[in-house]
Antibody, heavy 122, light 107 residues
Framework: EVQLVESGGGLVQPGGSLRLSCAASGFTLSDHYMDWVRQAPEKGLEWLGRTRNKARGYSTLYAASVRDRFIISRHDSENSLYLQMDSLKTEDTAVYYC?????????????WGQGTLVTVSS | DIQMSQSPSTLSASVGDRVTITCRASQTINKNLAWFQQKPGKAPKLLIYKASSLAGGVPSRFSGSGSGTEFSLSISSLQPDDFATYSCQQYQDYPVTFGRGTTLEIK
């Protein structure tokens, strides 16, 4: 069974940093692209970025809103995905999800974690 | 960036009704569109990918159609479990973008 479990959320002050983790199980992480997506309170979903798979050299892409502040990394041997968030702003307050990109030749997000809440406030 | 416009933002319907939600892309995305269902406090669930392909385990009362810039999600006979928020997502180009969501509520 495919499972994604995020952790690391919490309360952080503006300007601070936080590192989120996503533990993957039930599939071979190195085969998949993986995304981070967030959802601010009462708002829609916002794509943050992607790490491609081993075959694509683990290259990364980011949304403009986080490109210079967030870094996505992965450690396939530990079945883990990470999101390093620096220079946090109040508008980064959201539930953060990791999601798996299907390998079927399509790029849909077929499995999501349950999310972890990040609150940026003084 | 490709903008995704969903309508309506809220839809009131009854159990047994057929409903349709529309998603429009600001430029062509071929058939690179997904639909998600989300309930309060839960993660999004993939319903439809490639505009019209049903994801595994999703009931056949859900269907998707469209290509280019106009897409729709239909639910043929609403069940109590279907009242939720539905969002479209394009993955034709980066950045990946989502619609703002349609809340389907009980009339």
């Amino acid at each position: 069974e495919v499972q994604l479990v995020e952790s690391g959320g919490g309360l952080v002050q503006p300007g601070g940093s936080l590192r989120l983790s996503c533990a993957a199980s039930g599939f071979t992480l190195s085969d998949h692209y993986m995304d981070w997506v967030r959802q601010a309170p009462e708002k829609g979903l916002e794509w943050l970025g992607r790490t491609r798979n081993k075959a694509r050299g683990y290259s990364t892409l980011y949304a403009a809103s986080v490109r210079d502040r967030f870094i996505i990394s992965r450690h396939d041997s530990e079945n883990s995905l990470y999101l390093q968030m620096d220079s946090l702003k109040t508008e980064d307050t959201a539930v953060y999800y990791c999601a798996r990109v299907t390998t079927s030749g399509d790029y849909a997000l077929d499995y999501w974690g349950q999310g972890t809440l990040v609150t940026v406030s003084s | 960036d490709i903008q995704m416009s969903q309508s309506p933002s809220t839809l009131s319907a009854s159990v047994g009704d057929r409903v349709t939600i529309t998603c429009r892309a600001s430029q062509t995305i071929n058939k690179n569109l997904a639909w998600f269902q989300q309930k309060p406090g839960k993660a999004p669930k993939l319903l439809i990918y490639k505009a019209s392909s049903l994801a595994g385990g999703v009931p056949s009362r859900f269907s998707g159609s469209g290509s280019g810039t106009e897409f729709s999600l239909s639910i043929s006979s609403l069940q109590p479990d279907d009242f939720a928020t539905y969002s479209c997502q394009q993955y034709q180009d980066y950045p990946v973008t989502f619609g703002r969501g349609t809340t389907l509520e009980i009339k």
